[in-house]
């Protein structure tokens, strides 16, 4: 017998409340469009973007849009609920974004993706731009309902974790300037180490023994029983993920049980690294995150990643993926994908 929870959305009040849920954090300022398909309307990809910083009086115009609605389509979504959340004000009576949401009408229509809804959602209550029955659809709209018990089963069996904000995950990975300092100093003597082992001859050979502590570390914290990570060996570590066949085998740690531990060494290393030495562990921790589906952390340190180095090819290729929002197995085809060619 499967006990596995199951997920019944109904309604745009529901999905509403899920919406933390599906992308890790509560949106705010966003544009989220979530895609249905076939007879039940099954809870398919769910695309997170900013709204226009200039105000509610730009809009991004339907070939700007496409890109969504073609993402929407290959994941299979045959219809879209999409949602504006923001916190801006009426104008005259005249609900925020209304171009926005004309727009991506025609965009939703040009792509054959039926429009469930677009609903503003706004102070914890929510009303359709498309229906004009005020009985129906309130001007002061309908109160989000608070998350199903049904949603906290399937989160909790899901292992789903809601963090406060698209702020705390960037937080999460911050870099720490003390313990940069520190690394940057330990980087001295790993530079001293890999010019001995060059002229030794004995360069692979150092290269496999800190494959080998990168391994040993993962398997320590998967263990609990890893001691804090000395600056010598986040150096070592550092230096030795410039590597890139070296990268792309620590890299199989996500699709493990090792995976959340391996994790967890990366963002120890975000803390710690400076740019460009940055930009490994972050695309590392991107495509594991993506790998176990959090599409919000693997975006988060891709930004990490492509800010540090804009030119990682590693990065800008996950980054291609995520935005044209392939399926997370699409991490195991990349992986097996020649180190030489993806970069």
């Known amino acids: ?26 949106p705010e300022q966003s544009l989220v469009l979530v895609g249905l398909s076939g007879p039940r309307s099954r809870v398919g990809i769910t695309l997170r973007a900013d709204l226009p910083l200039d105000g509610a ?17 290959r994941d299979g979504a045959s219809e879209c609920l999409a949602m504006i959340m923001t916190d801006c004000p009426d104008d005259d009576g005249l609900a925020p974004y209304v171009d926005l ?9 040009e792509g054959r993706v039926d429009v469930g809804d677009i609903v503003l959602v706004r102070a914890g209550r929510w009303r359709s731009y498309l229906c004009p029955d005020p009985h129906c659809c309130p001007a002061q709209g309908s109160a ?8 906290a089963a399937y989160a909790a069996y899901s292992g789903a974790v809601v963090r406060d904000s698209r702020t705390a995950l960037i937080d999460m990975i911050a870099p720490d300037s003390e313990a940069i300092s520190a690394t940057e100093r330990a980087l001295g003597h790993v530079g001293r180490e890999m010019a001995e082992a060059s002229s030794a001859g004995t360069s692979d050979a150092y290269r496999e023994r800190i494959e080998e502590l990168i391994d040993r570390r993962v398997r320590a914290v998967a263990a609990g029983t890893a001691r804090s990570l000395n600056h010598r060996d986040a150096a070592r570590i550092s230096v030795a993920l410039i590597d890139r066949p070296l990268r792309d085998r620590v890299a ?8 959340s531990a391996a994790e967890s060494l990366w963002i120890d290393l975000l803390r710690r690294l400076p740019a460009p030495l940055d930009a490994a562990p972050a695309t590392l921790l991107a495509l594991s ?4 589906g959090d599409g919000a952390m693997a975006n988060v340190a891709l930004d990490r990643a492509l800010d540090s180095d804009p030119g990682y090819s590693l990065a800008q290729l996950v980054r291609t993926a995520l935005d044209h929002a392939l399926p997370p197995a699409t991490v195991r085809e990349m992986l097996d994908f020649p180190a030489s060619e993806a970069g």
């Open 289 to 292: 995150s993506w790998a176990r």
């Open 57 to 73: 009086d730009h809009a991004p115009s339907v070939a700007e849009l496409a890109p969504l609605v073609e993402a929407l389509r």
């Open 144 to 151: 989000v309902p608070a998350p199903s018990g049904e949603l």
């Open 1 to 26: 017998m499967d006990s596995t929870p199951k997920l019944r959305l109904s309604g745009p009040g529901s999905l509403i409340a899920a919406v933390p849920h599906l992308l890790g954090f509560p």
């Open 252 to 259: 199989g740690h996500c699709l493990r049980q090792t995976a």
């Open 101 to 109: 949401v004309a727009n991506l009408d025609e965009a939703l229509f």
